[in-house]
């Protein structure tokens, strides 16, 4: 009955929603003759053909046989039978496990995402006349975007009579970048845009490269924790002597 309201639903429609009728209703009709929109592939009695290319559990090739044939052997092997090529002519199928298989198809697909490098551009701000302590502070937090396998875009931002300097900022700007010349390499040249200068830095290191050194080292770090539980405490701190009491 809805699927039949659904053709009969043009005549109260407003205009300018007759498109999204006729995706509505191309849909409804698709389903209303067998068809599916799930992506997952059909398994067992959901395969609708006469006859399929039946592959065995081991990826072994039994040829075209008829669709009951091809039942009768998953329920002899305990699995399921799976349609893996259903453009196919006739379909392929093979003999499964169909839940172990969903398992480690998204197992595989979390392992993936999980070691999916992105590319990230990490931002830091300076200044022409910058303290050196604060200079210093700076350059670590580049050294540890660049350790990480991140670019990193460096700005200098003039202020007013500062503008008119700006040989101060390009000369920061190769400084920092000699300080870091072990660790990364200058991507983009310094330029002027407005009242800043932009210079890039990218890492030598590849971002997947970065990762797993990082994994391996807390690994390890785990692995000692693990092999001595008591060296997380500070050694000379446990070997302090008492106070002796001041003499009168």
């Given at each position: 009955m809805i699927v039949r309201g659904i053709f009969c639903a043009s005549a109260w429609l407003r205009p300018n929603e007759h498109r999204r009728y006729a995706a509505v209703r191309q849909t409804a009709a698709w389903c209303y003759r067998g068809g599916s929109i799930s992506a997952e592939p059909r398994i067992n009695d959901r395969i609708r053909v006469p006859e399929v290319r039946l592959v065995g559990p081991s990826g072994e090739q039994v040829g075209i046989v008829p669709l009951a044939k091809a039942l009768e052997l998953a329920q002899e092997y305990d699995l399921d039978l799976v349609e893996v090529a259903a453009n196919a002519r006739p379909p392929v199928c093979k003999l499964m496990?169909?839940?172990?298989?969903?398992y480690e198809s998204a197992m595989k697909a979390r392992e993936a995402r999980k070691n999916q490098a992105h590319t990230v551009i990490k931002e830091m701000k300076l200044r022409p006349k910058?303290?050196?302590?604060?200079y210093d502070t700076k350059k670590g937090h580049v050294v540890r975007f660049l350790k990480q396998g991140d670019k990193v875009k460096i700005t200098i931002m003039f202020r007013g009579r500062e503008q008119s300097r700006p040989e101060l900022g390009y000369r920061l700007l190769q400084r920092l970048a000699e300080d870091v010349q072990e660790l990364g390499f200058v991507e983009s040249n310094p330029k002027q845009d407005g009242r800043n200068m932009i210079m890039v830095l990218g890492p030598h290191k590849k971002k997947t490269e970065a990762m797993?050194?990082?994994?391996?080292?807390?690994?390890?770090?785990?692995?000692?924790?693990?092999?001595?539980?008591?060296?997380?405490?500070?050694?000379?701190?446990a070997q302090t002597?008492?106070?002796?009491?001041?003499?009168?």
């Open positions: 496990d169909y839940g172990k298989f969903k910058i303290d050196p302590h604060d797993a050194e990082a994994r391996q080292a807390q690994e390890a770090r785990k692995a000692e924790a693990k092999a001595h539980p008591g060296r997380s405490q500070d050694p000379a701190a002597p008492a106070e002796e009491p001041a003499e009168a």
